[in-house]
């Protein structure tokens, strides 16, 4: 009997622990699933708050630049070929109506170019430079913002963790209580600022790089163009 008892007893205990563990499954999926991807992040600390709106601001110029840098480097092929017909016949004005409706950066550096036939080359090369450097500079604008948020979001991202792991140590020598649940709790909570800012700061970079890779690709091609319209201004016959 008593050895009956016992086993019994021992399956007791064993359907209790597992329905414990059941329970404590259940109760920790149903947690999980009520926590939204916001309120995790928002557990980062202070400093998402900044973050969030570096982000917004970081998609917002990438957008801006995005439709500003495709209209203004949009490259007509054929209109080169109407430019160098209206100056084969003498037309300069119209060559200049030409470039005007077109409304890019390659069409007003050949515009600037055009308004000054009859003066001497190296005063038509150093007005056409100058036109494409503003135009490059209207390309570049705001991508400074990016190149700014790509150094800075980690750093307050970094910055964050670092203020909630003081924060911690804190608490832990002013009330003696340490145990890895309040360690771990508290450091995963604090290292998403850290994530966040990396994230914020690889957007930043990748959009800051593309542009300029985008708008340095361009500067070739108007040097090109410029070229090809010294040559169309020195040929006799403007071929």
Request: glycine content about 8%.
């Amino acid at each position: 009997m008593p050895l009956l008892t016992l086993l019994l007893q021992a399956e007791t205990v064993q359907d209790t622990i597992a329905a414990a563990n059941t329970a404590a499954a259940t109760t920790t999926a149903a947690v999980t699933e009520k926590v939204s991807y916001l309120e995790f992040v928002l557990k980062g600390g202070a400093m998402i708050y900044p973050l969030i709106l570096l982000l917004f601001f970081c998609i917002y110029v990438i957008i801006e630049r995005a439709m500003t840098i495709r209209k203004l480097s949009k490259q007509d092929a054929n209109l080169l070929n109407e430019v160098r017909s209206q100056l084969r016949a003498g037309r300069i004005e119209n060559a200049a109506l030409v470039c005007a409706r077109e409304g890019n950066s390659s069409a007003a550096i050949l515009k600037a170019g055009i308004q000054t036939i009859g003066r001497p080359i190296s005063e038509i090369e150093s007005v056409m430079e100058k036109t494409a450097n503003i135009e490059i500079a209207k390309m570049e604008k705001g991508l400074g913002y990016l190149g700014l948020i790509s150094g800075v979001a980690p750093i307050l991202g970094f910055i964050g963790t670092i203020a909630g792991v003081i924060k911690i140590f804190h608490s832990i020598s002013t009330t003696g209580n340490l145990n890895i649940q309040t360690i771990s709790g508290g450091l995963y909570e604090k290292m998403i600022s850290s994530g966040a800012g990396l994230v914020v700061g690889v957007i930043a970079y990748s959009g800051y790089h593309l542009y300029n890779m985008m708008i340095d690709s361009y500067t070739v091609k108007a040097e090109a163009q410029t070229l090809e319209l010294i040559n169309i201004i020195q040929s006799p016959d403007g071929n």
